[in-house]
């Protein structure tokens, strides 16, 4: 139960390329009352995405070096 629970609060932060990064996106269309440009959302995704599998490669470095 543990684990969904900090699952669930990690996919709400708004980080690009999880559900909050969405969410946020939605607020932000919302104030300004049009959408964004497709093609910044998806760089803004893609960029987000990467720093996600940098962080989760650098979290695998450093849990093998502690083995």
Known sequence: AMIS?????VNILPIPALDGGRLLFVIVEA????PLNPK???VIHGIGFIILLLLIII????DIIRL
């Open 5 to 9: 629970l900090t699952l669930a609060v």
């Open 31 to 34: 104030f300004r009352a049009r």
């Open 40 to 42: 910044y959302e998806a």
């Open 59 to 62: 979290i695998s470095i450093f």
